[in-house]
């Protein structure tokens, strides 16, 4: 395909202004072949995914989609950075769900909140609600400005040891991250296969109503300090370790459901 004449001046995918829904997959070079000096995209578009399409660098280029809802984005890049991503999250956008797997730098150096003058801070729009939120970035997002920018409004968060196969426990301050998930009502941990506990202080987050783990065969045992009150399932699945797996039977009775598979 002519690149620049599909997405560009007259081109026929900016002007498709009804367009609602874009796959674009194992097209690596479908960015880095175009001129980002204006937006690419309709801004029409509620459901995107990007998968394996790599040249972006940042989110700018779909800093225009104002009806979105959905956003995946999965090895589109080691260096894809979410500077964009405010315009995403302010009045006017409808940003509700970012899934975002093979990119483990996506959250570093990028602060939200910049420093802003007087007249900046009077004009600023309101940041509108993310709900969900699933990465394997777990690293860089814990660390970064970014989380406190969302982490009011998340209800679901999914986090993958895909990105961290190393990882073998939670720091404090990424501890300190998590608890800062007050309307979170689902967590799950997916694939951390040396992470040998889980973070302290879920007992602190007080709307969580579901915890999954998946596969985190190293994982032996719930955290210390217990779990909240408001826990309605529990969900230990696949490749997980006998004693976790036994210390979750032995709360039947204490939680409405209990999986274990």
Known sequence: MDLPTLVTGEGWLPALQSLQRLRIGLSPMFMSALSFSHHIF???????????VEGMGTL???????????????????????????????????????????????????????RLTLED????????????????AVMGLLAAPIFSFISSSLTELVLNGYGSQGMQRFSKDQEEALQLLYSLQELEFWRFHKLQQLPAGPRNLTSLKILSIYDCPAILALPNNGLPKSLQELGVYYDCSKELNQQCRGLWGTIPRIRIG
């Open 42 to 52: 309709p801004s029409s578009l509620q459901f995107v995914e990007l998968i394996g």
């Open 121 to 136: 801070v009077e004009g600023e729009e309101e940041q509108q609600p993310l709900r969900v939120l699933r990465t394997d």
């Open 60 to 114: 700018d280029p779909l800093s225009n989609l104002s009806s979105l809802v959905t956003l995946e984005l999965g090895c589109c890049g080691q260096d894809l950075k979410c500077q964009g991503l405010r315009s995403l999250l302010t009045t006017g956008s409808k940003l509700n769900a970012l899934r975002v797997f093979g990119s483990p730098r996506i959250f570093a150096g990028w602060d939200p909140h910049p």
